[in-house]
């Protein structure tokens, strides 16, 4: 599977446990990955490469099924 591909299921899964509508974007001219809402108007991750958007999604994913789990 692509990493972009990747990308965009963990995404889906974000959310999905937030109840959100989050956007990724991708311009190698200005740096990368950028995660923001679905409008574009805020950002939530500035633009990184891709290694580094996969690892920050991920750690949103562990981090909100661990905090449902103590609750």
Known sequence: MKRSVQLLTMLNRVNKLLGLELDLNYASHYGG???????????????VS??????????MIIGVEHCKKCI
């Open 33 to 47: 990955w950028q995660l923001t809402n679905k409008e574009g108007s805020h950002i939530v991750k500035h633009r």
């Open 50 to 59: 891709i290694k580094e958007m996969y690892c920050f999604l991920d750690g």
